[in-house]
């Protein structure tokens, strides 16, 4: 029972940076309904001005990670302004989209190699007092002290903190959407985007806005990431997982992406604790295929005649 309750808390913990991933995916599809491949680049980018910040420049965690999200998603609108608006203003074909997706992605990456080399980078070692002021006592835990809450169960301040805060951007996120004017076009958008643009919504500078967002989530991915792992160019390839989570959900559907990720990061965490690690990506990938075969939309999408 300890082996099981402590793979879920981390199952729980991963799937939440999945869910800021598959979120992003699923935000571009619902308006311009291909997959951006490129999504791993931005949180390469993310990942990377983080450490940057905190490293050359002695910034703080926070600072430091406010820079990563913007800076994530400056590059993701630049993309979709150099990449896949001269695409979209000549052909209705996302194929092309998709294709030139992949392309950004391998240029990121490649910049990235040539820019900072390949070798792995770790970031600095983030205390509790750098997140919060607290006690002397506890200022000096680092985040990835384990705490036993249970016989033979532990969990990290880190793991807590990134569902945390994992929740409270999905939250901002879906308050984005019901309540403010930009939301509403979005998801007015998501229905019929050529309708919406008849109806005087600014498809260009709405577009932009969804990758801003979608490029902000990843970067926070990015940062999660590299402090959980390490950070390397070729880090933006875990992004994979989150479409498969992101496609298990149902490609569109923000909260089909949530659900796809919390059960992708459990089976995963469940598989490497009780099968063996070299099992994980057999049961992800497998989960896809046989989502693909019984309910190819997802659980919570749409059929649509276009999907790519």
Known sequence: MATFTQQVINGLSLGSIYALIAVGYSLVYSILLFSNFAHGGFLVVGGYICYGMMMQLGMGIWVAGAGAIAGAGVVAVITERLAYKPIRERTSLTLYLLIASMGVSIVIENIFVIIVGGRFRALPPVRFGDLFPVYE?????????????????????????????????????????????????????????????????????????????????????????????????????????????????????????????????LAEMLSAGFISSQMRDIVVFSLLVLTLLVRPAGLFGKQVSDKV
């Open 137 to 265: 006592s506890l200022s000096q835990m680092s985040l990835q002290t384990p705490i036993n809450i249970a016989q033979g169960v532990t969990i990290s301040m880190f793991d807590m903190i990134t569902f945390v805060i994992a929740i409270v951007f999905l939250i901002g996120l879906q308050l984005f959407l019901q309540k403010t004017k930009w939301g509403l076009a979005i998801r007015a958008a998501a229905c019929d985007l050529r309708t919406a643009g008849l109806m005087g919504v600014n498809v260009s500078l709405l577009i932009g806005i969804v990758f801003l967002v979608a490029g902000g989530l990843a970067g926070v991915s990015g940062i999660f990431l590299a402090m959980r792992y390490t950070l390397f160019p070729q880090l933006g390839g875990i992004t994979i997982k989150a479409f498969v989570a992101a496609v298990i959900g149902g490609l569109g559907s923000l909260p089909g992406a949530v659900v796809g990720s919390l059960i992708l990061g």
